[in-house]
């Protein structure tokens, strides 16, 4: 079974369980990498860590213009976290002229898998369905078997969902809000959710979040997680250990 089908399974099990529920929903939410192919042949493999979906919107849907304020956002903070994995110079704050087309090379994950149509859920809300369906999304994350998590507005629910393991000695930097661990032989990024900001061009606001993470890639201490995890990754290892930071 390869692992695009065992993510599917994964998913029709989850379904299952909701469909026998007591819970009101309009539909299940498919998420996960929208292309496998391409997915799994990037590097770093990055998984955006999003709290629902509303209005018939499928991650795992693939060709999904980059043209909404959600998913220009993705599509530059994975710009610069592709670059930071490149060991190049980091890009100033790029126009939505210059992102990409598609976001079919990274994973999104909801941490809700039912749509209920809501604009927004409490923190409580969203915090009850990590638990409930906590062991169910620890093993999504190990199929889709990302090197970075992007917790978009989500860290909570990715602390709920590991047993509150990040640890504040695993913590490699802190800024303005903006924080990185080094979790589980991964880079997990603790960063606002992509709908705050702007439609337009980015604005102050865009441009100072932009600043902040790429203040935050440029950090010795998370340059040298990465280089490990490149390091790893030639070795046909990919990871590094907690204890490697």
């Known amino acids: 079974m390869t692992k695009r089908e ?28 929208s292309n496998w192919e391409l997915y799994e042949n990037s590097f770093p493999k990055i998984l955006f860590l999003v709290k629902e979906a509303r209005n018939g919107y499928h991650p795992s849907t693939p060709l999904q213009k980059a043209n909404t304020k959600f998913m220009r956002n993705i599509a530059r903070w994975s710009l610069i976290i592709d670059k930071a994995f490149e060991q190049v110079e980091l890009p100033t704050m790029p126009s939505n002229s210059d992102l990409r087309e598609f976001n079919d090379s990274v994973a999104i994950m909801e941490v ?10 409490t923190s409580k809300d969203l915090n009850e369905f990590a638990f ?8 999504q994350i190990k199929i889709i078997g990302p090197q970075v998590i992007f917790c978009a507005g989500t860290l909570d629910c990715f602390d709920i969902i590991h047993d509150h393991k990040y640890e504040f000695h695993q913590k490699l930097f802190s800024i303005a809000n903006t924080n990185v661990w080094l979790v589980d032989r991964r880079i997990i990024i603790g960063f606002k959710h992509p709908s705050i900001f702007g439609w337009a061009d980015p604005n102050k606001k865009d441009n100072e979040a932009f600043e902040n993470l790429k203040d935050l890639l440029s950090n010795d201490l998370v340059k040298n997680a990465i280089q490990q995890i490149i390091a790893n990754s030639t070795a046909g290892n990919i990871g590094i250990a907690a204890s490697g930071a």
């Not at 994964?10 to 996960?32: I, M, N």
């Not at 809700?112 to 859920?121: D, H, L, P, R, T």
């Open 6 to 33: 065992e993510h599917i399974k994964l998913l029709k099990d989850l379904e299952e369980k909701y469909l026998k529920s007591d819970k009101q929903y309009y539909e299940f939410v498919w998420d996960g990498p």
């Open 112 to 121: 809700k898998k039912i749509n209920q149509e809501n604009i927004s859920s």
């Open 132 to 139: 409930e369906d906590r062991e169910f999304l620890k093993r």
